[in-house]
C-alpha cells in the first residue's frame, strides 16, 4: 500500500505528539531511502531519537527558505501544539504539497484549526487541511467521512508502527498452549492512566463530559483487585502518563504488594511483561492489540459516552467483577486440550484381483 512519503524525495518531517510521532518515524524508517530533514518538539524527539540513528534537525522556517528543494512537509497531528498547524500554514505559503497523517479516532477536525474554533467550527474549516490526509484503518476512514472531509484529500496507509510492533511479538504469538508442566500463568495487567486531557475539556462545554474521572477508575481497579482476586495470581501494573505526577495515586494503591509503577522508559517494555491490558481510551490499547495482548476497555456504568476506539477486538467493560476475573483467568490460562486419541489402522478391504488379460 502506498504512503505519503512514496513520490518525494526531499521530505520536511514536522511532529510534537508521540502517537503521530510513532507512525511516522516507523514509516521513514522503512523508507530510508529518501532525503529527510526534521524538525521535532515535545515527546516526538525522544521517538524519533529512539528509533532512528541519525536527524538533520532544522527550524520551522526551513520552509521559507529550502520551499524550492523540498517536495513534501509530513507532520502529525496535535490538539494542544500548534507546531504541525504552523507548518502546514508555511507549506500552503511556500507551494510546497503537504500531508498529515491521523493517528487517533477522535477530533480530527480540531486537529487542523486552531482552539479559539473549536465550539464555533467555521463554515471554512476545510482551508485549514493540508493536501493529503492519510488513516490507516477502515474506522478512521469511516470517520473522516461522516466529518465530511473532502474525500480527493484522503487517502489510505498502513500503520507501519503497528506492522513493526506485531512482528516484534511475533514468537510470542506461537506460544498459544502452556505446557502440561508449566505452572500456571499470572494474570499480569498494564494499566494505562489517562487523564482528562486539556484538549477534552476544550472540546465540551461541559466539564463533566464523559460521566467519570481517572481517580474514579482508579478506586474501582483498587476494588476490583482487592474483592475479586487472591492476591497470588494477579499482577497490576500502572502506566502513568507523562503529564501525571508520580505519586498521583499513591494514596489509593498504599500497601498492596500485587500492584507496582512502571519505570519502564518505553511501551514496548511493558507489553513485554503484560499479558492483559486495560485503559479508557487511549491509542495505546490499540498497539497492545497489534502485540497480541488481551485489551480491555472500562467505561464505567456512569459513562456518558462510548470510548471513541472503534476496533471490535477489543473487551469492552462497564463492570470490574468476580465474572471479569473468572474470564480473563480463563483466557490467560486456557483449558489443555487432551491429546488426540490414536486410531487403529484402517483396514483395506479384500480386493480380487482381476487376471484376465
Not at 521535532?40 to 522556517?61: I, Q, T, W, Y
Not at 521559507?64 to 500552503?92: C, P, Q, Y
Not at 486539556?198 to 478506586?219: W, Y
Amino acid at each position: 500500500m502506498n504512503t505519503p512519503v512514496d513520490k518525494a524525495k526531499n521530505i520536511l518531517v514536522v511532529s510534537s505528539e508521540a502517537g503521530g510521532a510513532h507512525i511516522l518515524s516507523s514509516m521513514i524508517k522503512a523508507k530510508s531511502n529518501k532525503n529527510y530533514f526534521f524538525c521535532l518538539e515535545g515527546e516526538a524527539v525522544n521517538v524519533f531519537e529512539a528509533k532512528l540513528r541519525k536527524m538533520d534537525s532544522v527550524p520551522l522556517d526551513f520552509i521559507n527558505s529550502n520551499r524550492r528543494s523540498i517536495d513534501l512537509v509530513l507532520t502529525g497531528t496535535s490538539f494542544m501544539s500548534d507546531h504541525e498547524r504552523k507548518a502546514i500554514v508555511l507549506a500552503k505559503k511556500n507551494k510546497v504539497k503537504s500531508a498529515s497523517v491521523l493517528d487517533h479516532w477522535i477530533g480530527y477536525r480540531q486537529r487542523f484549526l486552531p482552539r479559539e474554533m473549536w465550539k464555533n467550527m467555521p463554515v471554512t474549516w476545510m482551508n485549514y487541511l493540508p493536501d493529503a490526509v492519510w488513516v490507516t484503518d477502515r474506522s478512521a476512514f469511516d470517520i473522516v467521512q461522516k466529518e465530511k472531509f473532502p474525500m480527493n484529500r484522503i487517502f489510505r496507509t498502513n500503520n507501519q508502527y503497528f506492522d513493526d510492533i506485531a512482528l516484534t511479538f511475533e514468537n510470542e504469538a506461537r506460544r498459544k498452549l502452556r505446557p502440561e508442566a508449566q505452572p500456571r500463568n499470572d494474570i499480569k495487567i498494564l494499566y494505562i492512566s489517562e487523564p482528562v486531557p486539556e484538549e477534552s475539556r476544550l472540546m465540551h462545554t461541559e466539564s463533566k463530559f464523559r460521566g467519570f474521572t481517572e481517580t474514579d477508575v482508579v478506586k474501582e481497579i483498587v476494588r476490583f483487585l482487592v474483592t475479586n482476586f487472591k492476591l497470588n495470581n494477579v499482577k497490576f501494573r500502572f502506566r502513568l502518563s507523562p503529564d501525571e505526577s508520580q505519586d498521583k495515586y499513591d494514596s489509593l494503591i498504599s500497601g498492596m504488594s500485587q500492584i507496582e509503577k512502571s519505570t519502564s522508559r518505553t511501551l514496548l517494555e511493558d507489553l513485554l511483561w503484560a499479558n492483559t491490558v486495560l485503559g479508557v481510551e487511549h491509542s495505546d490499547l490499540v498497539v497492545s492489540l497489534a502485540a497480541g495482548k488481551i485489551v480491555l476497555i472500562y467505561q464505567p456504568e456512569t459513562a456518558l459516552q462510548n470510548s471513541c476506539i472503534p476496533h471490535r477486538s477489543i473487551i469492552r467493560v462497564k463492570t470490574l467483577n468476580a465474572e471479569l476475573a473468572e474470564k480473563l483467568d480463563s483466557i490467560v490460562n486456557p483449558p489443555l486440550e487432551p491429546p488426540p486419541e490414536e486410531l487403529p489402522e484402517p483396514r483395506i478391504p479384500y480386493q480380487k484381483k482381476d487376471i484376465r488379460r
